[in-house]
């Protein structure tokens, strides 16, 4: 509320009642800076409104930062985390907000798109904004798209590319190891669909993290190693680079992984708890294991751009 107030109130010099009636109904997110004293500001806060209370959806407002802290990162952080939070709390509903007109460019990297005509509010220019609920459909066109650009790479490279060694993958060694590594999640969420969602792990701040760290980390420039055991998701090279059959192949197991998910997990709670153990970052909830087959993908794509370019 302190920082609420150094920023809507003093800051833009608006006079006006930031203590609502809407905020016992709401979720507050906030973070604060390591080892901070009782009673210190935030560094940055929000807050999440149930749905029916500013709209039909879920909204998320009163995202503020401090002056310090603009610049580095933590605004994007903090409206990750609360996309996450809603699509766990509130599955199959998109997200409504509020938003200041200077911040549509920052809002709409997040996913948001304006809707309608802008308004006054407080005499400072806003415009609603809208980011759709992020559901399985969503995902498996994100999934279909990073395929059909991993594949024009793929397509584009000379045969002699194709076929690696054991040291330097070729690009069949990487499309088989998307492969396989598909192969895998999809076994791995079939069976935990077995169990009752009520009883597993909540999705929480800290496998929200997890799962930011992950995407992040996939779309660096860091390197991975195989983290299973024995080099499973490590192919051999193969004397068959017959790219197009591999292709097809691959979109039609993953057509049929989606089909087998939207009938295992079709129940809204399985959108809460924590589905699959990524072997390095952890327990992640289902929304970003989807994203991280997306971003595996996107991953692999720049690998083999790699390929191309470190090629004479």
């Not at 610049?71 to 409206?79: A, K, Y």
């Not at 660096?220 to 051999?236: A, F, H, I, K, Q």
């Not at 692999?300 to 370019?309: D, K, N, P, W």
Request: some cysteine.
């Amino acid at each position: 509320m302190r920082l609420r107030s150094e920023v809507f109130v003093v800051e833009q010099n608006c006079i006006y009642l930031d203590l609502d009636d809407k905020d016992p109904k709401s979720i507050h997110l906030f973070a604060s800076a390591k080892g901070a004293a009782s009673g210190a500001a935030a560094r940055a806060v929000v807050r999440l409104v149930p749905p029916g209370v500013s709209y039909d959806e879920p909204s998320i407002g009163r995202v503020a930062i401090d002056l310090a802290s603009r610049g580095s990162g933590l605004g994007e952080e903090l409206m990750m985390r609360s996309v996450r939070s809603c699509y766990r709390r509130w599955p199959g509903q998109g997200i409504r907000i509020s938003a200041q007109q200077y911040l549509i460019g920052f809002y709409q990297r997040l996913g948001f798109a304006t809707v309608g005509e802008g308004y006054l509010e407080d005499d400072i220019p806003h415009i609603e904004m809208f980011r759709p609920w992020a559901g399985l459909s969503y995902w498996q066109v994100q999934h279909e798209e990073s395929v059909r650009a991993f594949s024009d790479c793929l397509r584009n490279l000379p045969v002699r590319l194709l076929q690696g060694t054991e040291e330097k993958w070729g690009g069949m060694q990487v499309l088989e190891h998307l492969r396989r590594s598909e192969q895998s999640t999809w076994s791995y969420l079939e069976k935990k669909s077995q169990a009752d969602p009520f009883e597993l792990l909540a999705c929480d701040l800290d496998s929200d993290a997890r799962g930011i760290g992950l995407l992040r980390a996939l779309d660096s420039d860091e390197r991975w190693t195989d983290p299973t055991p024995g080099g499973l998701l490590s192919p051999s090279p193969c004397s068959d680079i017959d790219a197009e059959r591999a292709v097809d192949d691959w979109k039609n197991a993953i057509d049929i992984g989606y089909e087998q998910l939207s009938a295992l997990y079709a129940a809204p709670e399985w959108w809460k708890v924590q589905v699959f153990k990524h072997p390095i970052a952890g327990r992640i909830g289902f929304l970003d294991t989807l994203a991280f087959g997306v971003a595996h993908v996107r991953h692999h794509m720049r690998q083999l751009m790699r390929i191309a370019e470190s090629s004479p």
